[in-house]
């Protein structure tokens, strides 16, 4: 059975219920699936203030556990149009694993989320998939065969290069019904592909 893991970062429960619908996706395609966050950098003074989301019940990950993997699907919020610093804080530690080639052939995808439409979703996405490509990975995005992203009666997220939510800017709006069914349908295609390339 092909092992998935769905890595994420979440300050405030966006990412974190749509890495949950991705492992979802991937469970119906029939993976063995395990859910890991990254480690958080900000102070918890800080982050409690901010009103982090601090109860996050998926284990924190540890670099060397990704190469058990056959498939690694990264998810996070938008920074500025990029990922978060406490991704690529976590991803700049696997230099012992891009060294020795551990991820090359493995399969790969990218979700996040921005409080607005145009906050940088693909521009992030793209920052994801491109450490994931220097390490070797095979990228699965989320095509068209999930038709709702392309839907003009809502506001929704999604791309072509990964599944997407939109917060708004307060991080009121939670991931919509459309766009649990894109991290879904990712999930189910990554999965997928991870069985055919590894059984």
């Given at each position: 059975?092909?092992?998935?893991?769905?890595?994420?970062?979440?300050?405030?429960?966006?990412?974190?219920?749509?890495?949950?619908?991705?492992?979802?996706?991937?469970?119906?395609?029939?993976?063995?699936?395990?859910?890991?966050?990254?480690?958080?950098?900000?102070?918890?003074e800080i982050?409690?203030?901010?009103?982090?989301?601090?109860?996050?019940?998926?284990?924190?990950?540890?670099?060397?556990?990704?190469?058990?993997?056959?498939?690694?699907?990264?998810?996070?919020?938008?920074?500025?149009?990029?990922?978060?610093?406490?991704?690529?804080?976590?991803?700049?530690?696997?230099?012992?694993?891009?060294?020795?080639?551990?991820?090359?052939?493995k399969v790969?995808?990218?979700?996040?989320?921005?409080?607005?439409?145009?906050?940088?979703?693909?521009?992030?996405?793209?920052?994801?998939?491109?450490?994931?490509?220097?390490?070797?990975?095979?990228?699965?995005?989320?095509?068209?065969?999930?038709?709702?992203?392309?839907?003009?009666?809502?506001?929704?997220?999604?791309?072509?290069?990964?599944?997407?939510?939109?917060?708004?800017?307060?991080?009121?709006?939670?991931?919509?019904?459309?766009?649990?069914?894109?991290?879904?349908h990712q999930?189910?295609?990554?999965?997928?592909?991870?069985?055919?390339?590894?059984?």
């Open positions: 059975m092909s092992k998935v893991l769905v890595l994420y970062y979440s300050s405030y429960g966006h990412i974190e219920t749509m890495a949950y619908a991705v492992a979802e996706g991937a469970r119906a395609a029939g993976a063995s699936v395990d859910i890991r966050r990254v480690p958080e950098t900000v102070p918890e982050a409690r203030k901010a009103h982090f989301k601090l109860d996050q019940a998926a284990p924190v990950a540890s670099i060397e556990e990704l190469a058990n993997y056959d498939a690694i699907v990264v998810g996070t919020g938008t920074r500025f149009g990029r990922i978060t610093s406490q991704m690529a804080a976590f991803l700049d530690q696997a230099g012992g694993l891009w060294a020795r080639g551990a991820l090359h052939g790969g995808g990218a979700f996040t989320s921005s409080a607005t439409q145009h906050g940088g979703q693909e521009t992030t996405l793209f920052s994801i998939i491109t450490n994931l490509l220097h390490f070797g990975m095979v990228i699965v995005g989320l095509p068209y065969s999930h038709q709702g992203q392309m839907t003009l009666e809502e506001i929704v997220g999604g791309a072509p290069y990964g599944a997407t939510t939109v917060a708004g800017g307060d991080g009121s709006r939670q991931p919509s019904v459309i766009e649990l069914a894109g991290a879904r999930g189910e295609l990554i999965a997928r592909t991870a069985i055919k390339l590894h059984g």
